[in-house]
C-alpha cells in the first residue's frame, strides 16, 4: 500500500487545488495497473453506459479491467476518457477487447461503435 502521509510535503504548499488518486486492489500485492482508455464513438444517438476492457499478450496471458463506478455518456464524435484499473501488468499487447454495458436487464441491447481507440499505460507511459 501507499502511506498518504509521505505524499502531504508535496501536495500541501502547492498554491492550487490538487486531486491525487491511490488506487490499490484487495489482492495480494495491492497493486492496480491504470490505463487510460480514450476513445472517440461513431453512433448517431447518445448512448450511455459502462466499458469493460480485456487486453492480451502475445503469450496468450489475459487481464480484465474493473468496471468504473460511473456511467459515460457516448455521443457521435466525441473523445471519452475513461480511467481503467487491472490487478496484473501485460507487456506487449496484442489484443484489446471492450464490453459496453447499460447494466440494466430490461430494454433493448445497444451496440457501441468504435471510430478510434488508444489505450496508454499511466504506470508505464512509454508504452
Same mark, same amino acid.
Given at each position: 500500500?501507499? /502511506? ?11 498554491? #492550487?487545488?490538487? *486531486?491525487? /488518486? =491511490?488506487?490499490?486492489?484487495? $489482492?495480494?500485492? =495491492?497493486?492496480? /495497473? ?10 448517431? #444517438? ?7 476492457? *480485456?487486453?492480451?499478450?502475445?503469450? &496468450? ?7 468504473? +463506478?460511473?456511467? +459515460?455518456? =457516448? $455521443? $457521435? ?7 481503467? &484499473?487491472?490487478?496484473?501488468? @501485460?507487456? *506487449?499487447? +496484442? ?7 447499460? *447494466?440494466? @436487464? ?9 471510430? $478510434?481507440?488508444? @489505450?496508454? #499505460? ?6
Amino acid at each position: 500500500g501507499y /502511506y498518504a502521509d509521505r505524499w502531504k510535503k508535496l501536495l500541501i504548499p502547492m498554491s #492550487s487545488p490538487v *486531486k491525487a /488518486y =491511490f488506487d490499490t486492489s484487495d $489482492q495480494d500485492p =495491492f497493486c492496480m /495497473y491504470n490505463y487510460l482508455l480514450d476513445i472517440t464513438t461513431w453512433n448517431k #444517438s447518445i448512448r450511455r453506459g459502462f466499458i469493460k476492457v *480485456k487486453i492480451t499478450d502475445y503469450a &496468450g496471458n489475459t487481464a480484465e479491467s474493473e468496471m468504473n +463506478s460511473e456511467a +459515460s455518456t =457516448f $455521443q $457521435q464524435y466525441k473523445r471519452v476518457k475513461i480511467l481503467t &484499473g487491472f490487478y496484473r501488468d @501485460l507487456d *506487449k499487447i +496484442s489484443k484489446i477487447s471492450l464490453t459496453f454495458s447499460t *447494466k440494466t @436487464l430490461i430494454g433493448p441491447k445497444h451496440k457501441l461503435r468504435i471510430l $478510434q481507440m488508444r @489505450l496508454k #499505460s499511466l504506470n508505464n507511459p512509454e508504452r
